[in-house]
């Protein structure tokens, strides 16, 4: 009789006929024997609802730090409402089902309100409920704080509810279930040979979340790495006929992927909305960078790629990589340091730019990975604006309106795709 | 430094606009120095599309017994939502608000889902937040039972909630605010010169409440009434301009209402939607109307009036007053119950009654006033088919269709409407 947790998210239980169809699920796998934690977002665009709610109540485009606490209870309202419905569903089926909010389960948080973390979990009362047998449905992203309020834990945080209780409660499976089929080596709609990735490392995980794959939350991923490491799966709820049930499908997120030696990369995340910044005629040294980026932490804005080199008179040239959006801010900030400095010169600005990541256990300590990019974009005519890489990923910079080139020739050039003869034998051509 | 509880009803915080114009009005409570603890309903039609929800999820009309724990998870989510966007609303006024859960405001109840009675109210968290200066707004309508499962208190809950609040924290003052001015001798959009009863007693609200008056719940109004009594004042959320932050406008509902002598009726409250059975030719004695009511009981239909009489023939005639609902269920049981006692002729039935109570402590003792109601009554063509009394109260029942000038009679007959000279003093003609 293994312990099982399973995450729905906001699609999963957007709607009546969908959440009926995840207490089907559910039951099944409380039939087979097993005992089952289900852990929930709010129904589809709730939370947004509920967000313009406050706005328009406030008058504030974005309700400030003031309305933090408020926030919460808010928000949390929207977990209750998809738990108890799902409980329903789940009694309709004729298996006993109760909700517990995040307060109920222990969720335990620190006191920052609407970006919370979890500094414990005291999963006795879940415990108890599986115990009786009786299915256990807990409010994701929500928790009650050291202080005894509702707090929400931001971004991810259903995941990460998920990931927290599977490990409190020692469970034999952790599964994710989301509207796509599992962690894809690219997004199919882009990369029409793009496939499952069936095992995955945490590590990967966390770098293809972080570089803009939707499909789970670092942060989640991040905590099921933490010792002792929790496997987390990735499946559609959406699946339907044979094979639904199986245990085997979707991506395994695991510390031991068991990757063949000659895959190198994994999986490809692309992101949009990047611009490049080049400040020219800078003193040079280490002084210059520091102050920057300092100046630009200070204000919020996070710096993706930093270069550093001489610009053939004399002056250094510093090349950031950021998001489009903040680009006015950069913009008036390096005015402002290089004034500072005594130095800077022209500005020279690139907007339009696309982050491709490439990531994979297998580079580590393969130093031709890095040339066979660069070469594999030159040959599809990409020009690369900026590269930088980590032990276990290569970032590449190119413009936006060549992204699906480079994601083609990329995953076709670290053969991501599916073999020819697994193609041919699946009866695709 | 008053304490204040003022309760807000779903139509009070049902836009956005209402739920800044509530917290305008609890702001200059707040700034007149008193300390302010709001209950607060869900936002307007939110319970009944959570009940939607529920009834669309299970594909129950009704979900049952069964669901009742989820159904009140599902249903605490709507003040959850409401007064977190009130304390948010509040806060922009420049006051500090904090809202507090049932379960945090420490609403204890029995076990009794969907229906939960308050057994104990452990105000201390709601007392230390108005002691720091905060507005504390509770969720109304729920409540945290003695098994730690989230309970709502049904019909009339969230009245029930201020009351019981008001007397936990010994409040000052203890007022309802909802969409009409206050409680009226009879519906002014019945009653042209219907007015607003400056003061009534508790148990002569009960009455009405009961009787169909819709501006407060009888349940909170008992409540009220306990030793030691809470004097409760019903007042409109939508007056606007001069007098509008008046604490003598509306209704108090007090112990002493000091009513004049000669004051007779204080208010009236129609209700349409009865039937009346008469069943003839039963064996005459205690045990028909008994074993009738108790099989009607055991069937969960609810009677009126009951008057037995004799046939006329050697036997029993029976007349009930029942919710014209309940009639296809009271004609089976009452075929039933006449076959088993050996009896039962003819089963006559009335459709399309209105009950009218008739409501007012200074009725008590006084034997005239059952006849100066019926010759009201026949004086303007109404004829009356079935009437009780208790010591405070008549009721009659009178075709629907005349429901109106049966309310106009009695209105003008016990003197209800505003005194001559006051009415052209207030410029009304």
Do not use: W
């Amino acid at each position: 009789m293994a312990l099982l947790v399973q995450k729905y998210g906001g699609t999963s239980v957007g709607t009546p006929e969908r959440i009926r169809a995840v207490a089907g699920r559910v039951a099944r796998a409380h039939r087979r024997g097993d005992r089952v934690v289900v852990v929930v977002s709010a129904m589809g665009h709730t939370t947004d609802e509920l967000v313009e709610l406050a706005q328009t109540v406030t008058g504030a485009p974005n309700p400030g730090a003031e309305h933090a606490r408020e926030m919460d209870m808010l928000l949390s309202a929207g977990e209750r409402i998809s738990m108890a419905l799902l409980a329903m569903a789940i009694c309709q089926e004729g298996v006993e089902a109760r909700s517990l909010t995040g307060s109920q389960a222990a969720i335990i948080t620190d006191q920052s309100h609407t970006a919370a973390r979890i500094v414990d979990v005291r999963a006795d009362r879940v415990r108890e409920t599986v115990e009786k047998g009786c299915v256990a449905i807990i409010a994701g992203f929500q928790g009650v704080s050291t202080a005894r309020e509702i707090t929400t834990l931001g971004r991810g945080g259903s995941d990460t509810t998920a990931v927290a209780l599977a490990r409190a409660l020692e469970a034999d499976r952790c599964e994710i279930y989301t509207d796509v089929e599992g962690v894809f080596t690219c997004d199919p709609r882009r990369v029409p040979d793009a496939r499952i990735i069936p095992r995955i490392s945490h590590d990967e995980m966390v770098e293809l979340a972080q570089s803009g794959a939707q499909v789970m939350h670092a942060r989640a991923v991040d905590l099921g790495a933490r010792e002792p490491a929790m496997d987390i799966r990735v499946l559609s709820s959406f699946a339907q006929g044979a094979g639904q049930d199986d245990p085997t499908r979707g991506t395994l997120i695991t510390r031991d992927p068991m990757v063949h030696e000659d895959q190198v990369v994994t999986g490809l995340a692309p992101a949009r909305g990047y611009a490049k910044l080049i400040a020219h005629g800078l003193p040079r040294g280490m002084r210059t960078p520091t102050e920057l980026l300092v100046a630009l932490a200070d204000a919020g804005v996070s710096v993706d790629m930093v270069t550093e080199a001489p610009d053939g008179q004399g002056g250094a040239l510093l090349q950031l990589t950021v998001r489009e959006d903040d680009l006015p801010r950069v913009r008036e900030i390096a005015a402002q340091v290089a004034a500072r400095l005594g130095g800077g010169g022209r500005i020279e600005e690139r907007t339009g730019l696309s982050r491709i990541a490439l990531v994979g256990r297998g580079m580590s300590g393969r130093p031709g990975v890095y040339a066979q990019a660069y070469r594999t974009l030159m040959d599809a005519g990409v020009e690369v604006e900026a590269v930088s890489t980590s032990s276990i990923s290569i970032t590449l910079l190119v413009p936006s309106d060549r992204e699906d080139d480079a994601l083609r020739a990329l995953h076709d050039g670290f053969t991501l795709g599916r073999p020819a003869e697994a193609m041919a034998a699946a009866g695709v051509h």
